[in-house]
Structures are given as structure tokens and as C-alpha cells.
């Protein structure tokens, strides 16, 4: 039986090499919108040959018996909206939303990964997002999340990531069921899916009601994976969504159990610079209310990087320190003679 906060031996070796990744210095950069290739016979055709009338009919064949018709007008309703904020604003006021959501649960997969496609372009605009919310997108998004094409499913958790930076969306969001398929496209899914999920699960998880039903679904082993993988690409981004996880107890009590004390360790240790500093942070997280984790992470080895950590990275020397003066504490006094060090920690 794998004792408390032992990971995997295959995710100790993989997280020695950190110092080698290559994972983008922005964990999180602006969500792209439509990144299939270009429409077949549409690159001819400037904005300006598609007069409002033509939208207006293309929009009316959304909701055309013809397959055919359909899959016409949403790729080039689609096409419109790819790079114009200006067409993005006039498809959707000219009454294109509800037919588009209608085609996210059609049972030809082809046209709805179109029109998955063709709402998020449309979401880039602000003034979009809460008209797309309110034709009842959420529950057709995350049904496609679940069932649809892998195209789809990526483009979906694209829509919703831009969807929830409307804070009020985000608990609505959270108990629509859209984290479990998040999660699972975070484990299954292709490197493009990954960093989709990632992406959204961040936004999602910064509202703390969202963070216990991402633990039931296992959030936190496809996370440390991440981290533990530089290959991957994803140690900043994973490693920023743990430290929302951590917020609450059970996130804490998920990532210790699956050998997440080990994984941040070794981050600290051999990690860039972000790394460092956002794996400091989520050991202070663990370190809260909790002696048996505080004893952990010493065991694990974390005051020397600490210390080194305090000695060379401005901005983190005050909270490192306050850290490992936490750390070599004795913990008989209990929770309520550490709490107030680590509210100095947090100013």
C-alpha cells in the first residue's frame, strides 16, 4: 500500500529534469478562437461580400431541413466570425445565437463541431457572452464536452473558459456538470485538449465551490502528471491550477494523499524561476491547520530550496522565510499557535 504523499516512481524521475522545460512563460495565455483550417472556397470572399442581408439568410438556413443547408451557413457564419469583432457583434445581433446553440446538440457531429466552433468565436466578444449563456449554451457545451468529436470537445472547453470570465457564470457553470468532462479531457485528451481544460479549469476553480466537485473527479492526479512531465508542456499551467485546488481542505487533503508534497518539493528544487515561486505557494497552502503535513513536508526536504529560495528570488524572500521559520517550529502547540505566522505569510 503506497504510503501518504508517496507518488509514483515514474513521476519522481520525470520531475528531476524541470530545469529542461520548455512550458510557455505565460501559464495562461488568451484562449484562441477558430484554429481549424481555412473554409474551402471562402478565402475568395472578402467581409465585404457578405452584406447584412446575406447574414441574415445565412442565419435563417441554421435552422434549414437540409443537412446540407445547415453545414453551408455555419461555416461561413463561422468563417465571419473568426478574426472580425465587428462581424462577431452583428452575427449574434442579428439573431444568429439561438440557432447556433440549437446546432451545439444536433446528432450530425459534424455540424455541430461547426457550430461549437462558430460560438466561440463569437464568445471572443464580451458583449456576446451573456446572450450565448442565456440561450442556454452551458448544458449543450458540456454535452458536448462529454460526447462530442475531439475537435469539438477542445472547442467546447474553449467556450467555456471564455464563458466564465463572467463572474457571475461561473458557480452556474460549476453546477452544470461541466468539471468532471474538464477533468477528463485534462487526462485523455490531446496536448491541445489538455491545455484547453487547463485553461478553463483555472477560471473555474477561482470560485471555491467549484474546487470539491474537480477533487471528486479526480482532478489532482492528472495535475501532478503535468507537473511531474516537462514534456508536456503544462507544469506552468497545472501547477496553477493545483495552487486554486489548494484553496480548500479537501483539495489540500487530494493532493497529499496522491503524492503531491514530493512533486512541489522537486519543483523548488530544480523548478524556473515561476515554478519556484508557485510551488513555494502551494506548500504554504498544504502547510495550513495541519501538523502532520507540516512534518511531511520537512521529511520531503523542502527548508533547504526554501532557504535558497529566500536568498535569491526578490519578491519571495519575506514568505520563503516565514515558511521555513514555520516549518522548524515544534508542532505540539497545535493549529492556533501557527495560524497567526501563517497570516503574516499571506500580507
Known amino acids: 500500500m503506497m504510503m501518504m504523499g508517496s507518488p509514483p516512481e515514474s513521476r519522481r524521475r520525470m520531475v528531476r529534469t524541470y530545469s529542461e522545460s520548455t512550458d510557455s512563460t505565460a501559464p495562461f495565455s488568451e484562449c484562441r478562437s477558430d484554429r481549424t483550417g481555412d473554409l474551402d472556397g471562402l478565402l475568395v470572399c ?8 446575406m447574414v441574415r439568410g445565412f442565419i435563417l438556413d441554421l435552422e434549414s431541413p437540409s443537412v446540407e443547408s445547415q453545414l453551408r451557413a455555419v461555416m461561413v457564419l463561422r468563417f465571419l466570425a473568426k478574426n472580425s469583432t465587428e462581424n462577431r457583434l452583428r452575427i449574434a445581433r442579428a439573431g444568429a445565437v439561438a440557432p447556433l446553440v440549437a446546432l451545439l446538440s444536433h446528432p450530425d457531429p459534424q455540424l455541430q463541431e461547426h457550430g461549437v466552433t462558430a460560438i466561440l468565436n463569437l464568445s471572443l466578444c464580451d458583449e456576446n457572452k451573456a446572450p450565448i ?3 442556454g449554451a452551458v448544458c449543450h457545451l458540456v454535452g ?3 460526447n462530442g468529436t475531439p475537435a469539438a470537445r477542445e472547442n467546447a472547453a474553449s467556450a467555456l473558459f471564455r464563458l466564465a470570465q463572467l ?3 461561473r458557480t452556474i457553470l460549476g453546477r452544470s456538470g461541466a468539471i468532471p468532462p474538464l477533468v477528463a479531457l485534462l487526462e485523455t485528451g490531446s496536448p491541445r485538449g489538455k491545455k484547453d481544460a487547463a485553461t478553463a479549469l483555472f477560471v473555474l476553480l477561482a470560485t471555491k ?3 470539491a466537485p474537480a477533487v471528486e473527479a479526480g482532478v489532482v492526479h492528472p495535475l501532478l502528471d503535468l507537473m511531474a512531465d516537462p514534456k508536456s508542456e503544462m507544469v506552468d499551467k497545472a501547477a496553477f491550477v ?6 480548500t481542505p479537501e483539495g489540500r ?5 496522491e503524492g503531491g508534497v514530493s512533486v512541489l518539493v522537486d519543483m523548488l528544487e530544480t523548478g524556473r524561476g515561476k515554478q519556484k515561486k508557485v510551488a513555494m505557494l502551494s506548500l504554504r497552502q498544504i502547510c495550513q491547520e495541519s501538523d502532520a503535513y507540516r512534518r511531511l513536508v520537512v521529511r520531503e526536504g523542502a527548508i533547504p530550496p526554501l532557504i535558497a529560495l529566500a ?6 524572500e519575506q514568505k520563503a522565510e516565514a515558511l521555513v521559520e514555520l516549518l522548524r517550529q515544534p508542532t505540539e502547540g497545535g493549529v492556533s499557535r501557527t495560524r497567526g505566522q501563517l497570516e503574516t505569510m499571506v500580507a
Not at 493545483?242 to 484553496?247: D, M, R
Not at 487533503?253 to 494523499?257: K, L, P, S
Open 46 to 53: 472578402s467581409d465585404d461580400d457578405f452584406s447584412d442581408e
Open 133 to 135: 449563456a442565456a440561450a
Open 144 to 146: 458536448v464536452l462529454r
Open 167 to 169: 463572474d457571475d457564470l
Open 209 to 211: 465551490d467549484n474546487v
Open 242 to 247: 493545483l495552487l486554486c485546488v489548494l484553496a
Open 253 to 257: 487533503a487530494a493532493a497529499v494523499e
Open 311 to 316: 536568498q535569491s528570488s526578490r519578491g519571495c
